[in-house]
Structure formats: C-alpha cells, structure tokens
Antibody, heavy 121, light 106 residues
Framework: EVQLVQSGAEVKKPGESLKISCKGS????????IGWVRQMPGKGLEWMGI????????RYSPSFQGQVTISADKSISIVYLQWSSLKASDSAMYYC??????????????WGQGTMVTVSS | SYELTQPPSVSVSPGQTASITCSGD??????ACWYQQKPGQSPVLVIY???KRPSGIPERFSGSNSGNTAKLTISGTQAMDEADYYC?????????FGGGTKLTVL
C-alpha cells in the first residue's frame, strides 16, 4: 500500500527542540518531493517547505525559512521536520504530503495522517 | 507574495450545484488544484491540473481555471461533500494555498 505515516503527537515546553517524521512506503521514495504543511487550530493550510529525498534538495517558504529545518534519510525512507527552540505559536497539526509526478506535479497527491504538536508551559 | 482568495463559506442544498471560487493574479496562467478536508481528517486531492480528477474522485467534482479565477464545481451535491475546500497553485517555486472555503450542505 502506498502511504505516508507520520510520527505520533508531541507535547513539549517552550524552548525545547523537536523532530517529527514522515515515512513513505509502497512507492519509489527517492523519486517524489515531500512537502510539509502546517494547520493551526481552526485555520487553513500553510506550506512550510519541500524536500527531494533523492538528493536532499530543499526549498522553504519565506514564512518558515530559518524557523524550521527539513531533512531526509533516504536509506530508511523518512523525511523530518525539526525545531531547535519551540514556541507556543508552533502548536498546530503538521502534515507531510507527496508531490505528484508528471501531470500531477503541481499537486500533492498523498498526505500523511498528521502530527499534532502542542507547545505549552 | 502571491495570494489566493476564496470565499470563507458557501452553502448549497442537497442535489444542487455548488461552486467555489479561487482568485489570484493571472491564476489562469498557472495550474490550480483543489483539496477536500473533512473534520479531523487529512486533506484529499480532488482536482489537479485545473480540471482533472484523481482516480476514486466522483465525477460530480469538476474544475476550471481562466483569467484570474479557478473554480471548483460540485454537481448534485451530497451531504458527504460537506467539508473545507482549499485551492492551491505554485508561484515562483513556492506553494500557495487559498484560505479555504467551508461548504455547508443544508
């Protein structure tokens, strides 16, 4: 089965670091870009950045550049999203999503189940 | 930065046609896609490349894109179509989402 499986919910304190993951299976992991999308409670979708696991080429949204780090370990088919110092405003649901190929290249054709991150003192 | 604008809400009666718009500068020169998100679920792609449906998406979902406006049309809307809908496009290697539209079927 083709799927993206994300790591579980996290509860952290402000100032702590965090790394969440997204594991792809059932397809050629290194051939598809994987993006990260934030959804704050009751709000819309925000694109954070995207990585090509084949060579770790990474692009960031200007809004998230310097705030998070996206990385990949192609040997285990996992993409990561990490923070070095969390803020309460980072509390949100985070989705990974696969960018399609060929005629679907402008869309995200598969999404992970989401990882809820709560940052509270 | 590039922006996509959607109406916050749209209402439709069961069996009728729902239309959700997405506006952006020269959006018709880009490809638009649409996602459906039901409460507590991940988004699902329902339209890509302006008007194409992924496998498994019902034929009642269709799309168009011209000028500054892309449109998602749901014909014969069903109660199960009640959800949030987001448009998305690329601009200068950046992904842009619209603010989302809550579709209510009443």
């Amino acid at each position: 089965e083709v799927q993206l499986v994300q790591s579980g919910a996290e509860v952290k304190k402000p100032g702590e670091s965090l790394k969440i993951s997204c594991k792809g299976s059932g397809y050629s992991f290194t051939s598809y870009w994987i993006g990260w999308v934030r959804q704050m409670p009751g709000k819309g979708l925000e694109w954070m950045g995207i990585i090509y696991p084949g060579d770790s080429d990474t692009r960031y949204s200007p809004s998230f550049q310097g705030q998070v780090t996206i990385s990949a370990d192609k040997s285990i088919s996992i993409v990561y999203l990490q923070w070095s110092s969390l803020k309460a405003s980072d509390s949100a649901m985070y989705y990974c999503a696969r960018r399609g190929l060929r005629e679907v290249t402008d869309a995200f054709d598969m999404w992970g189940q989401g990882t809820m991150v709560t940052v509270s003192s | 930065s590039y922006e996509l604008t959607q109406p916050p809400s749209v209402s439709v009666s069961p069996g009728q046609t729902a239309s959700i718009t997405c506006s952006g500068d020269k959006l018709g020169d880009k490809y638009a896609c649409w996602y459906q998100q039901k409460p507590g679920q991940s988004p699902v792609l329902v339209i890509y490349q302006d008007n194409k449906r992924p496998s498994g998406i019902p034929e009642r979902f269709s799309g168009s894109n011209s000028g500054n406006t892309a449109k998602l049309t749901i014909s014969g809307t069903q109660a199960m179509d009640e959800a949030d809908y987001y448009c998305q496009a690329w601009d200068s290697s950046t992904v842009v989402f619209g603010g989302g539209t809550k579709l209510t079927v009443l």
